[in-house]
């Protein structure tokens, strides 16, 4: 591997490793920071068995998921932390278009801020989802840092529990 592309890749490992810390840290500004603001779409899919096809819980552009970040103060939500763990599993580039694709397996963990009973339930951490990213990244070359292009959530989990409006 030659040193442009050892380059590349730790762009591409940075940026997905980036975006799941701001995540974690609710720092939603800063996660749009990672992503290209012309061209980044979010969505959020499955496959569900029951009717044999795959279902989008969520499709938005950079606006609409600026939208959606600016209104999450103002959902009655469940406030316990979601901690992302990510690990960056293959990254293929597009040398002529200076992209890559990058999938990432993902696991998603909730700690109770308080839950029904708070007193038995309060700091228990339980998997909250998993699946994983397929990321569409701009890499930098000199005139910017690497960018998110498009990032699809594909989850395995089918059953979410509340508090699920919270990108992952």
Same mark, same amino acid.
């Given at each position: 591997?030659?040193?442009r %592309?050892?380059?590349?890749? #730790? #762009?591409?490992?940075?940026l997905?490793? %980036?975006?799941?810390?701001?995540?974690?840290? %609710?720092?939603w500004?800063?996660?749009l920071?990672?992503?290209?603001?012309?061209?980044?779409?979010?969505?959020?899919?499955?496959?569900?068995?029951?009717?044999?096809?795959e #279902?989008?819980?969520?499709?938005?552009?950079?606006? @609409?998921?600026?939208?959606?970040?600016?209104?999450?103060?103002?959902?009655?939500?469940?406030?316990?932390?979601?901690?992302?763990?990510a +690990?960056?599993?293959?990254?293929?580039?597009?040398?002529? $278009?200076? %992209? $890559?694709? $990058?999938? +990432?397996?993902?696991?998603?963990?909730? !700690?109770?801020?308080? @839950?029904?009973?708070?007193?038995?339930?309060?700091?228990?951490?339980?998997?909250? $989802?998993?699946?994983k990213y397929?990321?569409?990244?701009?890499?930098?070359? @000199? +005139?910017?840092?690497?960018r998110?292009? @498009?990032? !699809?959530?594909?989850?395995? +989990?089918? #059953?979410?529990?509340?508090?699920?409006?919270?990108?992952?």
């Amino acid at each position: 591997m030659t040193n442009r %592309e050892l380059d590349q890749l #730790q #762009q591409v490992h940075e940026l997905v490793y %980036e975006s799941c810390l701001r995540l974690n840290a %609710e720092d939603w500004k800063g996660y749009l920071d990672l992503c290209d603001p012309d061209s980044f779409r979010y969505r959020i899919v499955n496959y569900s068995p029951e009717i044999r096809r795959e #279902q989008c819980w969520m499709d938005r552009d950079f606006k @609409g998921l600026k939208a959606l970040f600016d209104l999450l103060p103002k959902h009655n939500s469940d406030h316990s932390p979601l901690t992302r763990h990510a +690990t960056v599993y293959k990254v293929t580039f597009d040398e002529s $278009a200076g %992209e $890559a694709s $990058a999938i +990432t397996l993902l696991s998603i963990y909730r !700690t109770q801020l308080d @839950g029904v009973n708070s007193h038995f339930e309060s700091g228990q951490t339980s998997l909250f $989802a998993v699946g994983k990213y397929e990321d569409r990244i701009r890499l930098g070359n @000199g +005139t910017g840092p690497a960018r998110l292009l @498009g990032r !699809t959530v594909r989850l395995d +989990t089918r #059953q979410l529990d509340i508090g699920s409006h919270y990108p992952f």
